[in-house]
């Protein structure tokens, strides 16, 4: 696993508020693009994390869907909580992703994916990994991409150690 750089606090915060504060310089932006967004995670839900790193990337998979959907379209960020993490999925219902490019999607040397760059997802990559976590992605049926990035909770860190 591949050591990050931490910021000083890691605790437990609100989910739904990092994301609400990585949409805010993005509104204009969102709005221009006629880009719907939707946020169904539970107010309360918390993780614990380095707030910094997981607001860096939770901005990534913000950007990288908002450069997927040039034309307009809706952008969701749902999430799930059980006992041993929590997961957020931040979808897009832009173009969907060829097979080479699912497979590369994390590779820093890649090619640029619906104008992302390999650089922006392997940072999201190594920030999951820096906390134990994990992230994919896949296309969705209806459309578009959704990423998933899982973080594990305090518990399940300490079990697994």
């Known amino acids: 696993m591949s050591k990050f750089p931490t910021s ?13 504060e ?9 709005a221009v693009q006629a880009i719907r967004t939707i946020i169904d995670v539970p107010a ?7 707030r910094e790193l997981l607001r860096r990337a939770v901005q990534n998979l ?6 997927a959907m040039p034309d307009g379209g809706t952008l969701v960020a749902t999430s799930a ?5 929590v997961e957020l999925e931040i979808a897009d ?25 390999g650089w922006a997802l392997a940072t999201v990559r190594r920030i999951a990994e820096a906390h134990g976590g994990s992230v994919t992605v896949a296309n969705c ?3 578009g991409v959704a990423f998933t990035l ?9 079990a697994a150690a």
């Open 81 to 85: 909580s059980g006992r041993d993490a």
């Open 22 to 30: 990585g949409c805010r310089p993005l509104a204009s932006r969102l």
């Open 62 to 67: 913000l950007l990288g869907a908002i450069v």
């Open 150 to 158: 899982r973080i594990p909770n305090p518990v399940a860190l300490e």
């Open 44 to 50: 309360d839900q918390t993780v614990v994390a380095d």
């Open 141 to 143: 049926p209806e459309g």
């Open 93 to 117: 219902s832009g173009e969907a992703l060829l097979e080479e490019a699912l497979r590369d999607a994390f590779d820093p040397s890649g090619v640029a994916h619906r104008g992302t760059t």
């Open 8 to 20: 000083r606090y890691q605790g437990p915060f609100h989910l739904r508020q990092l994301i609400e």
